[in-house]
């Protein structure tokens, strides 16, 4: 599976291999729409996401440590009744993903791994309240930043803004992909491709990937009732991406800064409901 968080895109998806039945194919992906009743729940998660992201953001400083973050990220999910969603996903170690610089996504934190003036990290968690899920993320300054980092920053939450804008009934999933693209990509950076957004809801990930590249008037209909994550990963340098020694950390081949920005929204009647807020 990873369909890993930022989950990379699913191989099984493209078919290479040979004894599908063709009419299968060409079924599109079995995206659950979720109720109104589930949507109550799903904005329950949002909101403990959003509010202890909030919390993490304050207390970003030079010389705290990412273990220190991850622990409050702990005791603010709990105090809110709800329940980690990346705390044994796959394995993975901790409540928080904290990324720093050249780090893209699913950095662990670390009592030993100290925060410097000029760092960016990106905190990325999620919390399940009543069965189920909401994930989000966001790239924080430490101190002063460059203002090559500071444009990043900008560019990467300016991505997901307009691949948000792009949400509403009948849209394509190719036009929000297309708009996180065209955003970063016309401000000389580049999006990840080894890992994508997804479906959420009664799990962390869903049906469908939510790529942040692609071709507008592509891929599948959006329709009232569906609930995505939308994460742009952007990268100040080139796209490519490796895996860290620990299985887990994604750093930018090129050592160049990364950003990562996300929200849980759900398609409504008339365009998006942003549910990590
Ligand atoms: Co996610």
Request: net charge neutral; hydrophobic share 45%.
């Amino acid at each position: 599976m990873k369909m890993l968080a930022a989950r990379k895109p699913a191989a099984e998806v493209k078919n290479g291999s040979a004894k599908v039945p063709p009419v299968l194919l060409k079924r599109k992906p079995s995206v659950e729409l979720k109720t109104a009743a589930e949507l109550q729940k799903m904005r329950s998660a949002g909101r403990v996401v959003a509010e202890v992201l909030k919390i993490l953001e304050s207390a970003v400083k030079p010389g705290i440590s990412t273990g220190e973050l991850d622990r409050l990220a702990a005791e603010e999910i709990a105090a809110r009744g709800a329940t980690p969603a990346f705390l044994g996903y796959c394995g993975y170690p901790a409540v928080l993903c904290s990324s720093i610089n050249e780090e893209v996504v699913h950095g662990i934190p670390d009592k030993k791994r100290l925060l410097r003036e000029g760092d960016i990290v990106s905190l990325d968690m999620g919390a399940v309240c009543g069965g189920y899920y909401g994930d989000a993320a966001m790239t924080v300054p430490v101190g002063k930043i460059s203002a090559e980092a500071a444009r990043l920053l900008e560019v990467t939450k300016a991505s997901l803004a307009a691949a948000i804008a792009a949400v509403r009934p009948g849209a394509f999933l190719g036009d929000v992909s297309s708009a996180v693209q065209s955003c970063a990509e016309s401000a000389g950076m580049s999006v990840v491709r080894d890992f994508v957004g997804h479906g959420i809801g009664r799990h962390l990930h869903e049906e469908p990937a939510v790529p942040n590249y692609g071709e507008k008037g592509s891929g599948l209909r959006l329709e009232p009732g569906m609930t995505i994550a939308i994460e742009p990963m952007v990268n100040a340098g080139g796209w490519q991406v490796r895996v860290l020694d620990n299985g887990w950390t994604v750093v930018t081949k090129d050592e160049s800064l990364s950003a990562h920005f996300e929200h849980t929204v759900a398609v409504t009647d008339s365009g998006a409901e942003i549910l990590t807020v």
